[in-house]
Nanobody, 126 residues
Framework: QVQLVESGGGLVQAGGSLRVSCAAS????????MGWFRQAPGNEREFVAT????????YYADSVKGRFTISRDNARNTVYLQMDSLKPEDTAVYYC???????????????????WGQGTQVTVFS
């Protein structure tokens, strides 16, 4: 099991940028595909972005494509989500998640992830 801790959330004006981080401990992230999800009040948790364990493949939700960038630094055991051109509808708690895998695949479904962080709040105001 890997422990995940998100950080970097906050309050930002629409059009601005924010980078959230996910630091892992307990196991090396090299054996995990990683994902970012978000949940707004009254909504279900939704997929945002995923990255393969070597970082060679990424995939994004249509709502964030072209604005968000997921990346990882396996040496630092950390995953990042760079969020640009933020919109009020991006306001949510952002969660990182880990999915153990033996291949360089990616996952975009909640049930495919076994380990989750506690989340970090991102609020975008207009």
């Amino acid at each position: 099991q890997v422990q995940l801790v998100e950080s970097g959330g906050g309050l930002v004006q629409a059009g601005g940028s924010l980078r959230v981080s996910c630091a892992a401990s307990g196991r090396t992230l090299f054996y995990y595909a990683m994902g970012w999800f978000r949940q707004a009040p009254g909504n279900e948790r939704e997929f945002v972005a995923t990255i393969s364990r070597r970082g060679t493949t990424t995939y994004y939700a249509d709502s964030v494509k072209g604005r968000f960038t997921i990346s990882r630094d396996n040496a630092r055991n950390t995953v990042y989500l760079q969020m640009d051109s933020l919109k009020p509808e991006d306001t949510a708690v952002y969660y990182c998640a880990a999915a153990w895998t033996t291949t360089d695949e990616i996952f975009n479904r909640i049930y495919q992830y076994t380990d989750w962080g506690q989340g970090t709040q991102v609020t975008v105001f207009s």
